[in-house]
């Protein structure tokens, strides 16, 4: 089975300041590893995806992640955050290879101040 | 292509009674999950289907909830006997099995339990 932690529940930062949410994954096989951005009373929004190739991966509104097998993590980051991003950000793993159900993790509120 | 569409949105309901929420997959997909999401927590998966064969159940909560997918496109989540601990937002996903891509989300169900 696998299992997602995000390190972090809340993350407060000011804006245009960069911004790093954690992400660590646990499992015995090989993970297709994504990230997901919830807004208020909303569904999620994928940010970005780690399936294969290179381990940095680049998603939209300027995130990017990075895959370490050795520390099994998957943190995002932003090098520039705005009041838009203001949001709760999930980290969710599935088994490679098949992209079925997802874990999540608990989820990280990222709140960017003025 | 209209995404995931999910209703209703909220719901109110007294314990002890049914409830059925409707879920309509982006068309060409082929796979569609069932999420519940509790306050403050990210969402813990519930069941799948791959067309109308539900190929993952056990996951569902107990035998209050059942799931179906009859002619493999829309699909229907009934809570029997509802209870307070019911009370979350039910969120339903999408996804294309042979390219093996991310699954889209809806925006939820809310669910009401008083």
């Known amino acids: 089975a696998q299992s997602v932690t995000q390190l972090d529940s809340q993350v407060p930062v000011f804006e245009e300041a960069p911004v790093e949410l954690r992400c660590n994954y646990s499992s015995s096989v090989s993970v297709y590893l994504f990230w997901y951005v919830q807004y208020p009373n909303q569904g999620l929004q994928l940010l970005l995806k780690y399936l294969s190739g290179s381990t940095l991966v680049k998603g939209i509104n300027g995130f990017e992640a990075e895959f370490n097998k050795s520390q099994t993590s998957f943190h995002l980051r932003k090098p520039s955050v705005h009041i838009s991003d203001t949001a709760e950000y999930f980290c969710?793993?599935?088994?490679?290879?098949?992209?079925?159900?997802?874990?999540f993790g608990s989820g990280t509120q990222l709140t960017v101040l003025p | 292509d209209t995404g995931v569409s999910q209703d209703p949105r909220h719901k109110i309901t007294k314990r002890g009674q049914n409830v059925t929420f409707r879920c309509d997959p982006i068309s060409e997909h082929n796979r569609l999950y069932w999420y519940r999401q509790t306050l403050g927590q990210g969402p813990e998966f519930l069941t799948y289907?791959?067309?109308?064969?539900?190929?993952?159940k056990s996951r569902l909560l107990s035998d209050r909830f059942s799931a179906e997918r009859p002619k493999g496109s829309f699909s229907t989540l009934e809570i029997q006997r509802t209870e307070q601990g019911d009370s979350a937002m039910y969120l339903c996903?999408?996804?294309?099995?042979?390219?093996?891509?991310?699954?889209?989300f809806g925006q939820g169900t809310r669910l009401t339990v008083v």
């Open positions: 996903a999408s996804s294309f099995s042979a390219r093996n891509t991310e699954a889209f």
């Open positions: 289907f791959q067309n109308e064969a539900q190929l993952e």
């Open positions: 969710a793993v599935s088994l490679s290879g098949s992209a079925r159900q997802l874990t």
